[in-house]
Structures are given as C-alpha cells and as structure tokens.
C-alpha cells in the first residue's frame, strides 16, 4: 500500500506542479549543451528528472512522516 501511495504522490506531483520554478532551476545551475532541436531535448529532459528527483524526495518525506504517526 505504501508503494501504491508514494508512486501516486510522484506522479501527481509530476503532472500538477507547475513547471516554472524548476525551468529557472535547470536554466540558472545546469549547463546544457547541444544546438537546436538536440539542445532542447536535452533541456526538457534534463528538466524532467529534476522534476521527478524532487517530486520523489517529496513523497517519501510524506510518507516517512506519515509511517511514524
């Protein structure tokens, strides 16, 4: 059950937060390199790991605290 609500947090998390504050994340502290079409294949996916990372450190804080109460 704690899976099935960790992978439901990650996800909603992924989907629903917006996706400004980590553009200015990976634009201001990640060097992308490549040109055109690659660079921004790069930067988008960069972006989305990032997103994922976080999201997922996030989900199992909540769920962490929530195990212990």
Do not use: H, Q, S, W
């Not at 504050?21 to 490549?34: E, L, Q, S």
């Not at 790069?42 to 997103?51: A, D, G, R, S, V």
């Amino acid at each position: 059950m704690k899976i099935f609500i960790f992978l439901a947090l990650v996800v909603a998390g992924v989907l629903f937060l917006p996706d400004t504050y980590f553009y200015t994340i990976v634009k201001r502290f990640i060097p992308i390199t490549g040109e055109g079409e690659y660079g921004m294949n790069n930067f988008e996916m960069t972006m989305l790991l990032i997103k994922a990372l976080l999201c997922a450190l996030g989900a199992g804080a909540v769920i962490t605290l929530l195990r212990t109460r």
